[in-house]
């Protein structure tokens, strides 16, 4: 069974940075899309960053401020987040099992972690 956990979420005060981590057991993260999403409360889960075998894509939101990256030894995925905003204030959800279709979808990932908190203050 394929298992993703997060982990590395907690309060920054914005400007701040932070580094999830998504540790991925029962398949390999060298093949296939896997993604990060947040969603905050009230809103919709959206699409953060995502990536490929090395192509990576970024919300317009994060770009150049979020860093999406692979360690195929510890079959983990990271996101690396700086200058952090109250916006950024989400809990974040690591997803694999790319199905298919848009990769910002999220009916397009079969697998998802719990979820790590990230909240920022002002």
């Known amino acids: 069974d394929i298992q993703l956990v997060e982990s590395g979420g907690g309060s920054v005060q914005a400007g701040g940075s932070l580094s999830l981590s998504c540790a991925a057991s029962?398949?390999?993260?060298?093949?296939?899309?896997m993604a990060w999403f947040r969603q905050a409360p009230g809103q919709e889960r959206e699409g953060v960053a995502r990536?490929?075998?090395?192509?990576?894509r970024y919300a317009d939101s994060v770009e150049g401020r979020f860093t999406i990256s692979k360690d195929y030894a510890k079959n983990t995925l990271f996101l690396k987040m700086n200058d952090l905003r109250p916006e950024d204030t989400a809990m974040y959800y690591c997803?694999?099992?790319?199905?298919?279709?848009?990769?910002?979808?999220?009916?397009?990932?079969?697998?998802w972690g719990q979820g790590t908190p990230v909240t920022i203050s002002s």
């Open positions: 029962g398949f390999t993260i060298s093949r296939g899309v």
């Open positions: 990536m490929a075998e090395i192509e990576k």
């Open positions: 997803a694999a099992d790319f199905v298919g279709g848009d990769t910002f979808d999220v009916r397009a990932y079969k697998s």
